[in-house]
Nanobody, 123 residues
Framework: QVQLVDSGGGLVQPGGSLRLSCAAS????????MGWFRQAPGKERDLVAA????????FYADSVKGRFTISRDNAKNTVYLQMNSLKPEDTAVYYC????????????????WGQGTQVTVSS
């Protein structure tokens, strides 16, 4: 079992930055492909960014390319999402998720989930 704890959300003005963290316990994350998803009210949960278990492959949704950066520190068993130039449309609950050894854009493919952290971008 892997337990994931998301943190770092909050209220930020447009153009601001936040860094989300996803800390794992129970097992090492080094064998897991990690994703950050987000879900706005009334919308589906969509993949925002993902990183392979080795860290060599990264994926970004078109809507966040150039603004968000996903990274991982396997020694700390933690994954990060650095979010810059935030826009009101980035407002959502953000979830980290883990999938053993391979990636997917489908939320149903991920085995473990954090509890979510709210990000609100508003002036």
């Amino acid at each position: 079992q892997v337990q994931l704890v998301d943190s770092g959300g909050g209220l930020v003005q447009p153009g601001g930055s936040l860094r989300l963290s996803c800390a794992a316990s129970g097992r090492t994350l080094s064998n897991y492909h990690m994703g950050w998803f987000r879900q706005a009210p009334g919308k589906e949960r969509d993949l925002v960014a993902a990183i392979s278990w080795s860290g060599t492959y990264r994926f970004y949704a078109d809507s966040v390319k150039g603004r968000f950066t996903i990274s991982r520190d396997n020694a700390k068993n933690t994954v990060y999402l650095q979010m810059n130039s935030l826009k009101p449309e980035d407002t959502a609950v953000y979830y980290c998720a883990a999938r053993y050894r391979s990636g997917s854009s489908e939320s149903s493919a991920y085995e473990y989930w954090g509890q979510g952290t709210q990000v609100t971008v508003s002036s």
